[in-house]
């Protein structure tokens, strides 16, 4: 405390010798006659040694009452407001005009914008189990790995030409049936479906039910070709589930045909599209086979499993071709 009491009449004396050498600095060397005393003058020096005496008065009285930190805080914060007044009526009394303080602000921390990071959720197939009809037994429940294979390309470019041209004769000419072709299937769900029967679904069945996962709204709206009603995976699965009780009851291997319509059936391991009910000879090489010859029917008119297309209300019908 006596170093703060002796630096502050340090900096007031130090202050008003300022004041007078400054003002004798700018004395001539030799001065005229005095001129008439001013009052200003007068009154300007009173102030400067007024407030040199309150500086004096103030550090002393600091000095002689023990205060805490907060009031010696609030102290020199009293001084240096003090000493700013000693320097700003020196500087006047000189005329020049005191420079600007900068004024210390303190930092503010800038607000860190957090931006979310999306958590990678590995795809899940959506489910298609559903309540398995009564009487199937444990062997026709199965439950192997799901895994999502890759489709040829070419393949799946060659199949949805020609579900494009069936489109365009249904849009054309049968909107209503049109309306029943399905949204397109999932390759999870169809993954699933296959580790549930134990097959593999060829390429161009995969990529069909891409494409529409079998039929919607009323059975005599959907489109169908034929007696045969198009499946979809949910509808794929349970028949299977069901040729595999049948079969299981009688003693024989599970069946390696995927039921794809009412009769109509793909091998898994051939590609073929068959009905084993009637014979086992292929009917067509292949689903894609199948579609194609199923667009050709319906542009150019000719019948397909003895039956012509025709159209009634916007229905696509199909009347005997004999």
Not at 175 to 183: E, I, K, V
Not at 230 to 242: C, L, M, N, T
């Amino acid at each position: 405390m006596l170093k703060l009491v002796r630096l502050a009449l340090t900096a007031a004396i130090l202050t008003a010798i300022g004041v007078r050498l400054r003002r004798r600095a700018r004395m001539p060397v030799k001065p005229p006659a005095p001129p008439a005393p001013r009052a200003a003058g007068r009154t300007r020096m009173g102030l400067v040694w007024a407030v040199i005496a309150g500086v004096v008065a103030l550090t002393l009285g600091a000095a002689m009452i023990p205060t805490g930190p907060q009031a010696v805080s609030a102290a020199q914060s009293a001084v240096y407001q003090i000493q700013q007044s000693v320097m700003t009526v020196a500087m006047d009394a000189t005329g020049q005009s005191p420079a600007p303080t900068p004024t210390p602000v303190a930092p503010t921390p800038e607000a860190t914008a957090v931006t979310p990071t999306a958590t990678p959720v590995a795809p899940t197939p959506a489910a298609t189990a559903s309540a398995p009809s009564p009487g199937i037994p444990a062997a026709c429940m199965l439950s192997g790995p799901v895994t999502v294979r890759p489709i040829s390309p070419r393949v799946r470019a060659a199949v949805n030409r020609q579900w494009r041209r069936i489109e365009r004769w249904l849009r054309e000419h049968a909107p209503r049936t049109y309306a029943s072709l399905g949204a397109p299937g999932r390759a999870g769900t169809i993954a699933l479906a296959e580790a549930q029967t134990g097959l593999e679904f060829p390429d161009d069945l995969r990529a069909s039910l891409l494409r529409h996962n079998g039929m919607s709204g009323p059975p005599g709206a959907r489109f169908s070709f034929g007696e045969e009603q198009v499946r979809g995976v949910r509808e794929i699965r349970d028949q299977w589930r069901e040729n595999c009780a049948s079969r299981v009851g009688r003693g024989d291997p599970m069946s390696r045909l995927i039921r794809v319509g009412t009769l109509i059936e793909v091998d898994a391991d051939t590609g073929h599209v068959v009905r084993s009910m009637v014979g086992p000879e292929p009917i067509w090489p292949s689903y894609h086979a199948m579609l194609r010859d199923l667009a050709d029917t319906l542009e150019q008119g000719r019948p397909v499993f003895g039956a012509r297309a025709t159209v009634k209300g916007g229905l696509l019908r199909w009347s005997d071709a004999r």
